[in-house]
T-cell receptor, first 113, second 116 residues
Framework: GGIITQTPKFLIGQEGQKLTLKCQQNFNHDTMYWYRQDSGKGLRLIYYSITENDLQKGDLSEGYDASREKKSSFSLTVTSAQKNEMAVFLC????????????FGKGTRLTVV | GDSVTQTEGPVTVSESESLIINCTYSATSIAYPNLFWYVRYPGEGLQLLLKVITAGQKGSSRGFEATYNKETTSFHLQKASVQESDSAVYYCALAPITGNTGKLIFGLGTTLQVQP
């Protein structure tokens, strides 16, 4: 089996700061995703990528950048952290699209002070 | 838009009791979506519990079952006899059958607490 590793597990940033979250997968999956989960809300898609160097916007892409420089890694940048962005960010991957099984990492918890 | 609504938690049941977590969906842009139940056990990442891609079919895993009912647009999760190890957060989700849109649409999640 494979694993999705997200770093860091906890990230504390200052308001206005640029912050980067990293994700690695060893499934050799083509598609990778970033979701955000706020307390009391469902998961919302920020960005996804269907292959190396591809980027597709999700519903929540404003305020974020993403980068897929290698098949195995997918990073997410919060361009200017806001206090209302305290949330858990989940990285995921799948062999095909979202209609195939999607595997998730354990998440990065972001706190903005 | 497309959405998923599920039982609001937390749901507390005693070990060996039966369980049902309701899930209904609205798929205005997708005729017949694929339907999923994902689960997050304490300390672990979200993982697929079961999936059904054909209306009228039933999926099952780890003693859980869910039937894809397109008439009532429902995909309720059931288990006849829960165990303490089933304590987790359960998410109902849908995705398009074809195309790589990348989007899974999730419900808010239902926290299940099974008491010994």
């Amino acid at each position: 089996g494979g694993i999705i590793t997200q770093t860091p597990k906890f990230l504390i940033g200052q308001e206005g700061q640029k912050l980067t979250l990293k994700c690695q997968q060893n499934f050799n999956h083509d598609t990778m995703y970033w979701y955000r989960q706020d307390s009391g809300k469902g998961l919302r898609l920020i960005y996804y990528s269907i292959t190396e160097n591809d980027l597709q916007k999700g519903d929540l892409s404003e305020g974020y950048d993403a980068s897929r420089e290698k098949k195995s890694s997918f990073s997410l940048t919060v361009t200017s952290a806001q206090k209302n962005e305290m949330a858990v960010f989940l990285c995921a991957s799948s062999i095909g699209g979202a209609n195939t099984e999607v595997f998730f990492g354990k998440g990065t918890r972001l706190t903005v002070v | 838009g497309d959405s998923v609504t599920q039982t609001e938690g937390p749901v507390t049941v005693s070990e060996s009791e039966s369980l049902i977590i309701n899930c209904t969906y609205s798929a205005t842009s997708i005729a017949y979506p694929n339907l999923f139940w994902y689960v997050r056990y304490p300390g672990e990442g979200l993982q697929l519990l079961l999936k059904v891609i054909t209306a009228g079919q039933k999926g099952s895993s780890r003693g859980f079952e869910a039937t894809y009912n397109k008439e009532t647009t429902s995909f309720h999760l059931q288990k006849a006899s829960v165990q303490e190890s089933d304590s987790a957060v359960y998410y109902c989700a849908l995705a398009p059958i074809t195309g790589n849109t990348g989007k899974l649409i999730f419900g808010l999640g239902t926290t299940l607490q099974v008491q010994p």
